[in-house]
């Protein structure tokens, strides 16, 4: 339920400063007045020139308008399950060009309407960013944000140099030595599907070289630089392992977000 009309300002400075230009003289005009005292039809009010009759999405925006338990959802009319923050603004500045009070002066109830559609668009702001900071603080070895493309070479395994299967000779454009300890290490991204990048990796006999999100990389070659500087904790060695360890578990039990199937009306003649 809405927080009941009150003689505060009908916007903040969400309104002022995502919404507005300079207002513009209004547009709005009524259609349908009364014509005598017998046929008296039904005021509507129309915004910058368009007809809106009572069927369809016009329907529609009458339902919210008038049901006091419509849903933030419903008063912005944006999709509850693929709003992104980019949709949800452009839906809130459209909301506020048809029915603040600035602009459409002679509809009647626009400064509750106006109300509810800046309640709605604070809450669901205010989810949103909830729900992006709970998606950047997760543990990307628990919820792993991809799906495992980037290389990371376990430096403290490699042979270096004097390994019979040197992903460097199979993948040279990926894999590099380094110049202080003489063991392999990834020099770039993105090869994906690369066929010489993937036989490097399955033909190590070290098995150092994993297939890691891009959070996991960050998180894994910040650990390897602590551990190669002296003083060398083994401690910190075996807590790397079993980061890998589970970071190749979870990233092998990732599944790609599901995409909305869609519907088509097209004739299909399966004769």
């Known amino acids: 339920m809405f927080e009941p009309l ?7 400075e969400i309104s002022r400063s995502i919404l507005f230009p300079p207002p513009r003289p209004p547009t709005c005009f009524m259609e349908g007045r009364r ?3 017998r046929n008296s039809r039904r005021l509507r009010s129309n915004c ?3 007809e809106k009759d009572y069927s369809g999405s016009s329907r529609l925006e ?13 008063i912005l009319g944006v999709d509850s399950t693929s709003c992104s923050p980019a949709q949800l603004k452009a839906a809130f500045r459209a909301r506020v060009k048809e029915f603040h009070p600035d602009v459409c002066k002679d509809m009647k109830d626009a400064d509750a309407i106006i109300r ?3 309640q709605a668009y604070e809450i669901l702001s205010v989810n949103q960013q909830v729900e992006t900071t709970e998606r950047v ?9 991809c799906v495992a493309y980037d290389l990371f070479v376990n430096e403290i395994r490699c042979v270096g140099k004097g390994c019979p299967y040197s992903c460097v000779k199979r993948a040279p454009h990926a894999f590099s030595f380094t110049g202080e300890n003489g063991t392999a290490r990834a020099i770039s991204q993105g090869h994906g ?9 399955g033909q190590c006999p070290r098995r150092c070289i994993h297939y890691v999100t891009p959070s996991q990389r960050v998180i894994l070659e910040d ?12 401690a910190e060695a075996d807590f790397l392992d079993s980061l890998i360890i589970k970071a190749n578990f979870e990233n092998n039990r990732y599944q790609q977000p599901k995409r909305n199937p869609k519907a088509s009306s097209k004739y299909v003649d399966w004769s």
Request: with cysteine.
């Open 223 to 234: 650990m390897l630089r602590s551990i190669l500087s002296a003083p060398h904790d083994l």
């Open 116 to 118: 509810r559609v800046i």
């Open 62 to 74: 009458e339902d919210w308008m008038s049901s006091p338990s419509a849903t933030p959802y419903q």
């Open 137 to 145: 603080c997760m543990d990307p070895f628990e919820e792993p944000e």
């Open 6 to 12: 009150s003689t505060a300002p009908l916007y903040t």
């Open 35 to 37: 014509t005598n005292r």
């Open 48 to 50: 910058k020139g368009t």
């Open 193 to 201: 599907d690369d066929y010489l990048v993937e036989s490097a990796v």
